[in-house]
């Protein structure tokens, strides 16, 4: 069953990483491709991916076969027949697979009273209070943050946030000094 494009493709944003560092077999000074929605997208060889489905600043969400992936616009060359991104189609489809994999393990793990971590897994963040449709309610010591799904991951040590201690208190910091400017 095809996925909703908006679940994977955040959950996407660490593995576009991988594509854009992939060795580029398409010339660097290659034309920059013009990416807009709707426009079959292609592999550095010339086979079919997918098509665009958003173009939204720096990122592009590419549908394949009901999925979603989202990528850097620098990921992209262009190729003979339209857009290609710049790695071969196994590729693509084993980032978009990993993501998938990644995806269900973080629906199987968020739950109510998880304890989140940092990154490295060395430090609680705070506990899930509640799951949402954008991401999650977390419980910490500053008080309640709402976090988005992507923000988080699977670690051996359980659910992680992709973010430091330190970074993590920052932002919460930085969030709720904005609430306040907001109110």
Request: charged residues 20%; hydrophobic residues 45%; contains cysteine.
């Given at each position: 069953?095809?996925?909703?494009?908006?679940?994977?493709?955040?959950?996407?944003?660490?593995?576009?990483?991988?594509?854009?560092?992939?060795?580029?077999?398409?010339?660097?000074?290659?034309?920059?491709?013009?990416?807009?929605?709707?426009?079959?997208?292609?592999?550095?060889?010339?086979?079919?991916?997918?098509?665009?489905?958003?173009?939204?600043?720096?990122?592009?969400?590419?549908?394949?076969?009901?999925?979603?992936?989202?990528?850097?616009?620098?990921?992209?060359?262009?190729?003979?027949?339209?857009?290609?991104?710049?790695?071969?189609?196994?590729?693509?489809?084993?980032?978009?697979?990993?993501?998938?994999?990644?995806?269900?393990?973080?629906?199987?793990?968020?739950?109510?009273?998880?304890?989140?971590?940092?990154?490295?897994?060395?430090?609680?963040?705070?506990?899930?209070?509640?799951?949402?449709?954008?991401?999650?309610?977390?419980?910490?010591?500053?008080?309640?943050?709402?976090?988005?799904?992507a923000a988080f991951f699977v670690?051996?040590?359980?659910?992680?946030?992709?973010?430091?201690?330190?970074?993590?208190?920052?932002?919460?910091?930085?969030?709720?000094?904005?609430?306040?400017?907001?109110?």
């Amino acid at each position: 069953m095809p996925k909703p494009l908006g679940l994977l493709a955040s959950l996407c944003l660490a593995a576009a990483g991988t594509l854009a560092a992939a060795p580029a077999a398409l010339a660097q000074d290659a034309a920059v491709p013009t990416l807009t929605p709707g426009a079959k997208v292609y592999d550095n060889a010339g086979e079919e991916v997918g098509t665009i489905a958003k173009v939204a600043g720096d990122k592009v969400a590419v549908s394949i076969d009901g999925n979603g992936l989202v990528v850097p616009k620098d990921a992209f060359a262009q190729g003979d027949k339209g857009p290609a991104l710049k790695a071969p189609k196994a590729k693509i489809l084993a980032v978009l697979h990993e993501a998938e994999k990644d995806a269900a393990a973080v629906e199987g793990a968020l739950k109510p009273g998880a304890e989140v971590r940092s990154a490295d897994g060395n430090d609680v963040l705070g506990t899930v209070k509640e799951v949402r449709p954008q991401g999650a309610l977390l419980a910490t010591e500053a008080g309640t943050i709402t976090m988005p799904r992507a923000a988080f991951f699977v670690s051996d040590k359980g659910l992680a946030m992709k973010v430091t201690k330190q970074q993590f208190a920052e932002g919460v910091k930085a969030a709720k000094a904005q609430q306040k400017k907001g109110s």
